[in-house]
């Protein structure tokens, strides 16, 4: 069963950090390219970063470049992303999803979400 | 950056109702087109990909139409468990962009 759970989310100050974490099981995680996606809260689904299979690879949303890094570690498959500088309006839900080729790069599995709250 | 609409924002219907949401994408998008599912509190499901492909499991009443900019999506006869938030999402480029949603709820 294909599973992917976030973890690390969490009250941060503003200008703080923080490393999120997405631990798959069920399936090949070095063969499938990756993505994180946000909710703020009573808001829309957000596309935030995505790296390719072997980590060789980023794309980032213009509002989060230059402060958030995604990579991943094949070896213990797993997914990060790094928040650093962070703001009010990065407060969200982080999903990490997954990307499969076979269905035109839509997402077919997602995690259940790690809220972070970023306030003084 | 490939920009997604949807309309209308929100609905309000009952069972067994037809229902349609649309999606435009400001520019070409072929059949990179998908369509999700959430609920309030929950991860959004994939339903239908590449335009018009339904999902593994999904049910049979939610179809999806539509290429280049111009998408649909179509419940059949909605069932209870349809009460949900709709996102259309473009995977035509890396950053795949979101629709703004489409809440679906009780008449």
């Known amino acids: 069963e294909v599973q992917l759970v976030e973890s690390g989310g969490g009250l941060v100050q503003p200008g703080g950090s923080l490393r999120l974490s997405c631990a798959a099981s069920?399936?090949?995680?070095?063969?499938?390219?990756m993505h994180w996606v946000r909710q703020a809260p009573g808001k829309g689904l957000v596309w935030v970063s995505r790296?390719?299979?072997?980590?060789?690879?980023?794309s980032y949303a213009d509002s989060v470049k230059g402060r958030f890094t995604i990579s991943r570690d094949n070896a213990k498959n797993t997914l990060y992303l790094q928040m650093n500088s962070l703001r009010a309006e990065d407060t969200a839900v982080y999903y990490c999803?997954?990307?499969?080729?076979?269905?035109?790069?839509?997402?077919?599995?997602w995690g259940q979400g790690t809220l972070v709250t970023v306030s003084s | 950056d490939i920009q997604m609409t949807q309309s209308p924002s929100s609905l309000s219907a009952s069972v067994g109702d037809r229902v349609t949401i649309t999606c435009r994408a400001s520019?070409?998008?072929?059949?990179?087109l998908n369509w999700y599912q959430q609920k309030p509190g929950k991860a959004p499901k994939l339903l239908i990909y590449?335009?018009?492909s339904l999902q593994s499991g999904v049910p049979s009443r939610f179809s999806g139409s539509g290429s280049g900019t111009d998408f649909t999506l179509t419940i059949s006869s909605l069932q209870p468990e349809d009460f949900a938030t709709y996102y259309c999402?473009?995977?035509?480029?890396?950053?795949?962009?979101f629709g703004p949603g489409t809440k679906v709820d009780i008449k």
């Open positions: 999803a997954r990307e499969v080729g076979a269905t035109m790069n839509a997402f077919d599995y």
């Open positions: 069920g399936f090949t995680f070095s063969s499938y390219w």
């Open positions: 790296i390719n299979s072997d980590g060789s690879s980023t």
């Open positions: 520019q070409s998008i072929s059949s990179y």
């Open positions: 590449a335009a018009s």
């Open positions: 999402q473009q995977s035509y480029s890396t950053r795949g962009t």
